[in-house]
């Protein structure tokens, strides 16, 4: 059977770093309430000549490096991105050409803080149909960009990065790698909860981030346990049978209530929120790199991807390594 195997993972972040100390400096807010709220210690920010595409690409290239593959066989990228560097083109094109590749498939795809899961479950499906036969997803962010920096109750919470996957069409055995099940849902009937107040076809500017976070916590941890019952039931899978968890990084508070509505020791969560805070679409990338590199993630292992963001949009995808 054809399915999509993972080759290979990058991820980057902005130079510079902020701790939850250096931002009470400039916003009324302490160290230890975005420690105990969320989880939160530090984010990265992006600062001159660093936007969502350059970092895209730093995290493609370093995700083409671990495939070991040429760019130039690339034939399919997917950019998930809510802080595209411009209106148009996709954010996807200019990382295409910054990485020397011609005439293939780009384009971006906007679930915000699901945009991963959209991007990865979309290439999967154009992969298994033929379409194409090495995919680049990515999930790429500068949210400080669109972050009202007067309104403590959101800047404290979001960071900006970007993280990437190959993907590789392969003929593989039923217990072979590659992804084995994903699941999409979109719930537009909540958008107050969670926007931004501006854009090309309203206000004619970028806008900012509005959330109001104790409703959307609520609906997050439902929708979340939800998908993952069904990918599972997809798969014919058990919640015990997953080796790592790698969820979208919004609030450690998240991450346990979760976990525990599954039955999942925590152990088997990847947390990375405390050291990027919430990369939206970037995140779930972000947090695989990072357990594929210092070695927790290894061939074989049965990987659940899960999140969940504005729209509401949320989904999830197992696959083996
Ligand atoms: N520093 C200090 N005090 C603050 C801050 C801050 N940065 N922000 C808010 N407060 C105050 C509030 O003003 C309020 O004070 P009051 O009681 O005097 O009115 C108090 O702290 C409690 O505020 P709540 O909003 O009720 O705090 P809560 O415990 O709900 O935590 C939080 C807020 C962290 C936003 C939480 O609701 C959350 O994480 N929600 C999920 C939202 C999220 O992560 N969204 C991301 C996108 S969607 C997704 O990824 C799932």
Redesign the pocket.
């Known amino acids: 059977m054809i399915r999509s195997v993972l080759l290979g993972t990058g991820s980057a972040l902005p130079k510079r770093l902020v701790s939850n100390a250096e931002l009470a400096e400039q916003v009324?807010?302490?160290d230890e309430?975005?420690v105990e709220?969320?989880g939160i210690r530090q984010r990265y920010i992006a600062g001159e000549g660093e936007s969502t595409s350059t970092l895209a690409t730093q995290a493609a290239e370093r995700a083409i490096e671990a495939a070991d593959i040429e760019a130039a066989s690339i034939d399919l990228i997917v950019l998930a991105t809510a802080t595209p560097d411009n209106t148009f083109p996709a954010t996807a094109t200019q990382v295409q050409a910054a990485l020397g590749c011609r005439g293939g498939i780009a384009f971006d795809v906007a679930a915000v803080?699901s945009g991963f899961l959209y991007a990865v479950t979309t290439a999967d499906a154009m992969l298994r149909t033929g379409m194409a036969k090495r995919a680049l997803v990515i999930g790429a962010e500068t949210f400080s960009r669109i972050l009202d920096w007067e309104d403590?109750?959101t800047c404290?919470?979001f960071g900006d990065g970007a993280g990437a996957i190959v993907l590789e069409a392969q003929d593989v055995t039923d217990d072979g790698p590659g992804i084995l099940a994903s699941k999409l849902h979109a719930d537009g009937a909540h958008q107050e909860l969670?926007y931004v107040d501006g854009g090309p076809a309203t206000t004619g500017t970028v806008g900012k981030l509005r959330?109001k976070?104790?409703e959307?916590?609520r609906h997050?941890v439902v929708n979340l346990a939800d998908v993952l019952r069904e990918v599972l039931e997809q798969a014919g899978f058990l919640a015990s049978d997953i080796d790592w968890v790698v969820p979208?990084q919004?609030?450690a508070?998240?991450l346990d209530a979760t976990a525990r509505k599954l039955g999942l020791p925590a152990e088997k969560v990847v947390v990375t929120v405390d050291q990027h805070a919430?990369t939206s679409a970037a995140s779930v990338p972000l947090a695989l790199d990072q357990a594929v590199r210092d070695g927790r993630i290894q061939k074989g292992q049965l990987v659940m991807l899960e999140a969940?963001?504005?729209g509401f949009t949320w989904g999830a995808a197992l696959l083996r390594i």
């Open positions: 009324d807010t302490t309430w975005i709220r969320t803080c403590r109750t404290v919470l969670l959330m976070g104790r959307v916590f997050a979208h919004a609030n508070r998240i919430n969940m963001g504005g």
